[in-house]
Antibody, heavy 129, light 107 residues
Framework: QVQLQQWGAGLLKPSETLSLTCAVFGGSFNGFYWSWIRQPPGKGLEWIGEINHSGSTNYNPSLKSRVTISVDTSKNQFSLKLSSVTAADTAVYYC???????????????????????WGQGTTVTVSS | DIQMTQSPSSLSASVGDRVTITCRASQSISSYLNWYQQKPGKAPKLLIYAASSLQTGVPSRFSGSGSGTDFTLTISNLQPEDFATYYCQQSYSTPRTFGQGTKVEIK
């Protein structure tokens, strides 16, 4: 059974860099996209970005200038860095596996359906001076 | 970005009720729609993918329907453990976006 375990600093000052790591246990690291999602206190979910085992990334344009997601396949880990944090970056940060759950073929065109099926436990990050 | 809008934002229901939550996308997303359940202090849990496919291990009282821009999550015979917040999420394109959530509370 795949499990994700995440860790990182929980208290930051404005302008510092947020750094979190997520380790994958009990399953393959290859063949998936690995995502970061955050949730401000009392609010909804915001997708930050994702990476696959070969290092191909997709980022949320709203955060792209400040976000770096990297991967260490030797350790089955992926990491998030968010620079120049402000109070607006205060949130619970989650890592998750984005898995291809089904494929359909219609008129020769393949449709691949993905979902975030395994999640880390969440890390509370507070930005305060 | 594709905007996802859920309604209602919250609802009150009783055990045994049938509950319906809707999700609308700002453009057609075919069937690239997932539903998640989140309980307080916990990570979200995937319930439905591809608009209507039940994730392994999820009770059959959960069902999803829709395609294009309009989608529905239905919980039949609501159980005490179903009181939670539900989110839709589109997997059609990046950035992957979520609805604002629907909180299902006990009446």
């Amino acid at each position: 059974q795949v499990q994700l375990q995440q860790w990182g600093a929980g208290l930051l000052k404005p302008s510092e860099t947020l750094s979190l790591t997520c380790a994958v246990f009990g399953g393959s690291f290859n063949g998936f996209y690995w995502s970061w999602i955050r949730q401000p206190p009392g609010k909804g979910l915001e997708w930050i970005g994702e990476i696959n085992h070969s290092g191909s990334t997709n980022y949320n344009p709203s955060l792209k200038s400040r976000v770096t997601i990297s991967v260490d396949t030797s350790k089955n880990q992926f990491s998030l860095k968010l620079s120049s944090v402000t109070a607006a970056d205060t949130a619970v940060y989650y890592c998750a596996r984005n898995k291809e759950l089904s494929i359909t073929r219609i008129q020769g065109i393949s449709k691949r359906y993905y979902g975030m099926d395994v999640w880390g436990q969440g890390t509370t990050v507070t930005v305060s001076s | 970005d594709i905007q996802m809008t859920q309604s209602p934002s919250s609802l009150s229901a009783s055990v045994g009720d049938r509950v319906t939550i809707t999700c609308r996308a700002s453009q057609s997303i075919s069937s690239y729609l997932n539903w998640y359940q989140q309980k307080p202090g916990k990570a979200p849990k995937l319930l439905i993918y591809a608009a209507s496919s039940l994730q392994t291990g999820v009770p059959s009282r959960f069902s999803g329907s829709g395609s294009g821009t309009d989608f529905t999550l239905t919980i039949s015979n609501l159980q005490p453990e179903d009181f939670a917040t539900y989110y839709c999420q589109q997997s059609y394109s990046t950035p992957r976006t979520f609805g604002q959530g629907t909180k299902v509370e006990i009446k």
